[in-house]
């Protein structure tokens, strides 16, 4: 099977590409917007058409949430006309679209882990830009897979800030009343492989959402403290407000997410989230990534 990987250079795409040569049954070919901009319906259409792969695996996004409120044009363009796009070619041309989405399609009033078919309700332009996406995605039968608190050994993420933290700083404050998930972009990657082969060719046979992060809850303070502790880092992490540490952007007070449904459908075993902390950290403090 032939896979056509978008946003390759993104902390998913990365590990994805880390991954592809375990898989020799499989044909990757990686992009990013240097070589497919995926908003450019004149490249995209094309370049669907030359290569001809059984699946689109969409890992790239627009992914800056907070500049997301002043740049919302963008992030619609990003994250809704051009997975529209992609899905549609794909259903025209029999490719299947796996596109990943967001926790932050919900408003975390929920109390209880968020099922596939909650009520959403996003709370930010990135979410209502990721939502209207997933919409598109889903009426062209692909598969939707929503995930939280990405992060990896590479680019940007909440991990590498607190690393970088942890040496600055003898102390610092992080918000302890939003409660989620931190999924590690490795394990996402698996998965997404794991849901591939299962579902083959007949790429539209599985079409729907399903939630994905690793187990275990905890709040971003939690998640802070261990990174510490792990790190052997002295810094003193405090716990402060979300009002005490105002975004742009608005985030779910509560966004766990229920995930029955991958777990049965495709046999995915997921590790708790401290587990795949260590492994990430384990790669991070060996290469020196920080
Ligand atoms: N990060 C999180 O905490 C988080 C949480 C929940 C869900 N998600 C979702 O998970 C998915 C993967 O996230 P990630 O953290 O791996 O994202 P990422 O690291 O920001 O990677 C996204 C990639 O897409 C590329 N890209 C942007 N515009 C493009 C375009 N027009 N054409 C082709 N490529 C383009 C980016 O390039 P540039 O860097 O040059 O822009 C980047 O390489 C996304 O759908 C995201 O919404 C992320």
Redesign the pocket.
């Known amino acids: 099977m032939k896979i056509l990987v978008?946003?390759?250079?993104?902390?998913?795409?990365t590990e994805l590409r880390n991954l592809a040569g375990l898989y020799p049954e499989l044909e990757f070919i990686f992009?990013?917007?240097q070589e497919?901009?995926?908003?450019n319906q004149d490249q995209v259409e094309p370049y669907l058409k030359d290569i001809k792969p059984n699946w689109i695996l969409?890992?790239?996004?627009?992914?800056a949430v907070d500049k997301a409120e002043l740049e919302r044009a963008i992030a619609m363009k990003?994250?809704c006309d051009?997975p529209t796009l992609l899905a549609t070619l794909g259903r025209e041309l029999g490719i299947g679209m796996m596109h990943?989405?967001?926790?932050?399609v919900f408003d975390g009033t929920n109390h209880l882990p968020y099922k596939e078919f909650d009520q959403v309700n996003p709370q930010s332009a990135y979410g209502e830009s990721?939502l209207k996406g997933e919409v598109e995605v889903l009426r062209n039968r692909g598969i939707v897979i929503?995930?939280?608190?990405?992060?990896s050994a590479y680019?940007n993420?909440f991990v590498k800030t607190m690393l970088r933290l942890g040496k600055e700083k003898e102390s610092i404050g992080v918000i302890f009343d939003q409660i989620g998930t931190p999924?590690w972009?490795h394990d996402l990657a698996k998965a997404m492989i794991s849901m591939v082969i299962k579902i083959g060719i007949k790429t539209d046979s599985y079409s729907g959402i399903y939630h994905f992060s690793n187990e275990g809850v905890c709040s971003w303070y939690d998640f802070s403290r261990k990174i510490m502790q792990l790190s052997g880092s002295p810094c003193q992490v405090n716990p402060i407000e979300t009002a005490d540490y105002p975004l742009p952007a608005p985030r779910p007070a509560y966004s766990v997410l229920n995930k029955k449904k991958i777990k049965e459908t495709f046999k995915i075993e997921i590790p708790h989230w401290e587990q795949s902390l260590i492994k990430c950290l384990n790669l991070l403090l060996k290469d020196k990534k920080i």
């Open positions: 978008t946003g390759g250079n993104g902390q998913l795409g992009t990013d917007i497919l901009d995926i908003t969409n890992c790239a996004a627009y992914t990003v994250n051009a990943v989405s967001t926790d932050y990721k929503r995930t939280s608190w990405l992060y680019g993420n999924t972009a």
